[in-house]
């Protein structure tokens, strides 16, 4: 299973739960990359700016009350499993040193969880989230239904799932509608929430953009510090 994210044999060692989460979002950029190189082979823009919309839609839609209280049980679970673990870690195999392991990387799910703003986020979460339940598999209980993993998959990955699944549990943060956005509102929209108000020449420079460095401008625009760094990689890519 960790193979699928390209790092072969993973061991318990502190900062695992990160290097998934990292290692999700590597692999989400590959896929990304391939399935643009497909689609400059498509003459239909219609298709390309579908997937481009579809791209920016994960990052601006954002849980209602009810996914938040999903969300929230589920944390609190993580965070309940990585204090209690330190109490019966005899009965899951676990040395000391390997409780402590546990304990933090738990919390570090635990936090992840709560800190997911938008779909994208928990989508990455979760992924990271099996990863971690996969690895943890290894430590057994005597009585199964105790086990790390199970508790993982019934108290945080199951809910989980089921919020994702279910596309009414989230909105989008304005009232736009799916059919009037185009990609360049989209984007435009996330940078003024990350940077606020923008020059209008930068805004006519992205609406201007082909959908290629759309879609690329999507992935990457969380990367920068500052506008000069966005119209910079802009600039880059038009010279």
């Not at 944390?75 to 019966?88: E, F, L, P, T, V």
Request: proline share 3%; net charge neutral.
């Amino acid at each position: 299973m960790l193979e699928n994210l390209g790092i072969g044999t993973t061991s318990l060692v502190l900062g695992v739960f990160d290097r998934f989460v990292a290692s999700v979002n590597a692999s989400k950029q590959r896929k990304h990359e391939r399935k643009m190189a497909e689609l400059q082979l498509i003459a239909n823009s219609n298709v390309r700016d579908e997937y481009a919309r579809q791209l920016y839609l994960d990052r601006l839609l954002n849980p209602v009350e009810k996914a938040q209280k999903v969300m929230q049980n589920a944390s609190k679970h993580g965070q309940w499993m990585a204090d209690s673990i330190n109490y019966y870690y005899p009965d899951h195999g676990l040395n000391e040193e390997q409780v402590k392991i546990v304990s933090c990387e738990l919390r570090s799910l635990s936090i992840s969880i709560a800190h997911s703003e938008t779909l994208h986020d928990l989508k990455i979460v979760y992924e990271a989230a099996s990863y971690l339940a996969h690895l943890l598999s290894h430590f057994k209980h005597r009585d199964r239904k105790y086990s790390i993993d199970r508790s993982i998959r019934k108290g945080i990955l199951d809910p989980l799932n089921d919020c994702i699944g279910n596309e009414r549990n989230f909105q989008r943060r304005l009232g736009f509608t799916y059919s009037d956005d185009s990609p360049s509102d989209l984007i435009l929209l996330q940078i003024r929430k990350q940077f606020g108000e923008i020059p209008s020449t930068l805004e006519g420079e992205i609406r201007a953009l082909p959908s290629p460095l759309l879609q690329g401008l999507a992935v990457q625009y969380l990367n920068f510090e500052s506008l000069a760094d966005l119209t910079q990689w802009i600039h880059d890519r038009l010279s």
